[in-house]
């Protein structure tokens, strides 16, 4: 464990040593097969699109590698559903004006903690596996979902949340702008706060970093306020990407925060993994996703192959995180 | 031996119930539950969209409709959403309580037809609705998705001048509904040689995996895509791919949905069709049900061969029932008394006073019903 934490600290410049070097491999080899498949692969209407997804799927997996990285059987199965539900929120509450804006985010950040507290409340007091406790919330979030959709049905977003989904700032998609400073605030929380430090100790031995006088219980309970926060956010991005809501809009984001974490190398056994990571991750089931849209295969094929490929991915980027 | 006996046993039952009847159909065995109030199960299969919502909508008024005229005594609805799964543990429950029919929506077929097989068996009358079942003792009442993408595919290859590349962006590949209207789509082109289909991909009738997927076609195919196909709910998501990318947008497929009309309202250069399937079949199966349980003999001239097993007959076909088009245009191929074609301000005023997530509907009455579908 500490060598690992070493490893990536410390940079050294053999190229096993440099950080990422599996998933940045396998970026460059997909860019160069893409490019082989089809000359506008590597085109910037091509490149920012898959960033904008990678964008979009970075951020909900953010609170996801944080409870990953916390241990302790930690995995956060309401990433999917809390996103739904903001979605709904801000598209009922804010409608098709700018006005209330403010006011949504407000209130489904608020709700989006308190559904991560809960869980984090449960997962650590309660003595439930994580898996089980979110698996639970989900449910109630998701009918928490059906509640609100019935009573204030979805609308058609404002210019502001309109702007986020296609919106560019100096030629580069908004999604891809908050994307970065998501990235920046993630690696620096994990790398330079006291909370990032104390977070990766507890996640590779709870018990040693109570002894060791960490406060267990707050690092923990704030990672899954954070996971719940960062969830709702990622709702609201998801909301502004496709510009309506349903029921179900949220639901493959759990898999695949899980998937871009693992993927990124975050070690499902908790206390090791980084956020630009993930961001790779990302990256990489997104250029899957776009290259095998790209070659036109059927969607039987697809699904297979992609299947096959996060394997070989996984293979090459996760191995050493058991 | 057993099975013999029971076989024969079964065939006499039959027999006594179309003495009675008249009308020997496998699916109406099941028919002949007395005088009534009737108590009708509707187990509907998933509830994770504002369409379906609807479509539970549209039962339960129908069924406060039927209570009130003293037709039905009760209509318990269950919602399943843990797949195929809850459904069956839910019609179980059904059962228990004592149904006279059931009407069902599978969430997929394979895995209900046994239950389904069981409430037969426990002399309950099997109304399938919306999604069919290969089944020949059921009564399946569908929408006609040979319409909703054939009618689409026409108007597109229309659009283009009949000729030119296209894209397609399917529902969920292995879905009832999906692979009815890519067959559709496919007899359609098969008329149309000139028309290429360039690429067909899925986007799950979800509008984010939509947009990813028409970036990607549009980095792939770029200016040369003449038309996009589109099912339900994905629209927008690839006006959106259209946007972001800045790529002019060539004519496409729409919803039927009120904010699509809106959007489309707004939007003066969009090109676009949409094809209604109404979530009302829900409430029309209901009807049916209730028709038959209520002793009315089907008009069996008006079944069609079931669209999973065509040796079966036993569907009916309920048309889609609006096809809306800026300006209406009646001269089009496809419209009748039962398909009409409409404009898009006709079609926003259907839906006044309804939400943006509202569907285009439409839901017979019980005096409909009964002359389309009864003696």
């Not at chain 2, 079942?133 to 659009?159: C, F, K, R």
């Not at chain 2, 962006?169 to 789509?185: M, Q």
């Amino acid at each position: 464990m500490s060598a690992r934490l070493a490893n990536i600290s410390l940079g050294r410049t053999s190229l096993g040593r440099i950080p990422h070097v599996g998933s940045l491999g396998i970026i460059l080899a997909l860019l160069i097969l893409g490019q082989l498949v089809n000359p506008s692969f590597l085109s910037p209407m091509n490149l920012w699109a898959v960033l904008s997804v990678s964008a979009l799927l970075a951020v909900a997996s953010a609170g996801q590698t944080l409870v990953i990285i916390s241990g302790n059987q930690g995995i956060d199965l309401s990433v999917g559903s809390v996103m739904t539900l903001t979605a709904l929120i801000v598209s009922g509450m804010a409608g098709s004006s700018d006005a209330a804006v403010p006011m949504a985010l407000a209130v489904v950040l608020g709700l989006g903690t308190l559904i991560g507290l809960a869980n984090g409340i449960g997962a650590r007091f309660l003595g439930l596996y994580p898996l089980v406790v979110t698996l639970g919330g989900s449910f109630v979030v998701e009918g928490l979902g059906l509640v609100y959709a019935r009573s204030r049905p979805p609308q058609m977003p404002g210019p502001m949340i309109e702007n986020i989904g296609i919106g560019r700032f100096l030629g580069i998609p908004w999604l891809v702008l908050i994307g970065a400073v998501v990235t920046v605030a993630m690696t620096l929380l994990l790398r330079k706060s006291r909370y990032g430090r104390q977070l990766y100790l507890v996640g590779s031995n709870i018990r040693a970093a109570s002894a060791a006088g960490i406060p267990v219980t707050r690092v923990l309970l704030t990672t899954w306020a954070a996971s719940g926060f960062l969830a709702a956010f990622a709702g609201v991005l998801l909301y502004g990407y496709v510009a309506s809501a349903n029921l179900s809009v949220g639901a493959p984001y759990t898999m695949m925060s899980i998937a871009a974490a693992v993927i990124g190398g975050t070690a499902l056994s908790g206390g090791a993994g980084s956020f630009v990571g993930t961001v790779l991750g990302a990256v990489i089931f997104s250029l899957i996703t776009n290259l095998l849209i790209m070659l036109g295969l059927g969607p039987a094929l697809r699904y297979a192959i992609s299947g096959l490929v996060l394997i070989l991915v996984l293979f090459a980027t996760s191995r050493d995180a058991r | 031996m057993k099975l013999t006996a029971l076989l024969a046993g079964a065939g006499m039952f039959v027999c006594a119930v179309s003495a009675a009847t008249a009308q020997d159909l496998p699916f109406l065995k099941n028919a002949d539950h007395g005088k009534g109030p009737f108590k009708i199960g509707f187990s509907n299969g998933f509830i994770g969209n504002a369409w379906r919502a609807q479509h539970v909508d549209g039962v339960e008024k129908t069924a406060a409709e039927l209570k009130a005229a003293g037709v039905l005594s009760d209509v318990i609805v269950v919602n399943s959403t843990s797949g195929a799964s809850g459904q069956i543990s839910q019609i179980n429950a059904l059962l228990a309580q004592g149904i006279d029919a059931l009407v069902i929506n599978p969430v997929s077929a394979e895995p209900l037809m046994p239950i389904v097989q069981r409430a037969i068996d426990s002399g309950v009358l099997v109304v399938v609705a919306d999604n069919p079942l290969p089944m020949d003792n059921v009564l399946n009442v569908s929408l006609d998705h040979s319409q909703y993408w054939g009618i689409s595919t026409e108007w597109l290859v229309d659009a283009i001048g009949g000729k030119g590349d296209i894209v397609a962006i399917e529902g969920l590949a292995g879905n009832t509904a999906n692979d009815w209207r890519v067959r559709a789509r496919d007899e359609v082109l098969a008329r149309h040689p000139d028309v290429r289909l360039l690429a067909s991909v899925t986007g799950g009738w979800d509008q984010a995996q939509a947009r990813e997927a028409m970036s990607g076609l549009l980095a792939a195919h770029g200016d040369k895509i003449d038309g996009v196909l589109i099912q339900e709910v994905m629209n927008e998501g690839v006006i959106r791919a259209y946007r972001a990318a800045g790529v002019s947008r060539p004519p496409l497929t729409g919803d039927y949905v009120l904010s699509y009309l809106k959007l489309w309202k707004n939007d003066p250069d969009l090109r676009t069709v949409a094809v209604a399937n109404p979530p009302g079949v829900g409430s029309d199966a209901v009807r049916i049900a209730a028709e038959i349980l209520s002793g009315s003999k089907l008009d069996t001239d008006k079944l069609v061969p079931n669209p999973l097993n065509p040796s079966f007959n036993n569907t009916i076909l309920i048309p889609e029932p609006y096809v809306v088009e800026r300006e209406a245009n009646t001269s089009r191929p496809w419209c009748s008394e039962q398909v009409q074609c409409i404009s898009l301000d006709e079609a926003i005023a259907l839906l006044d006073g309804r939400s943006d997530a509202d569907s285009l509907d439409k839901t017979l009455t019980q005096d409909e019903v009964r002359t389309l579908y009864f003696r």
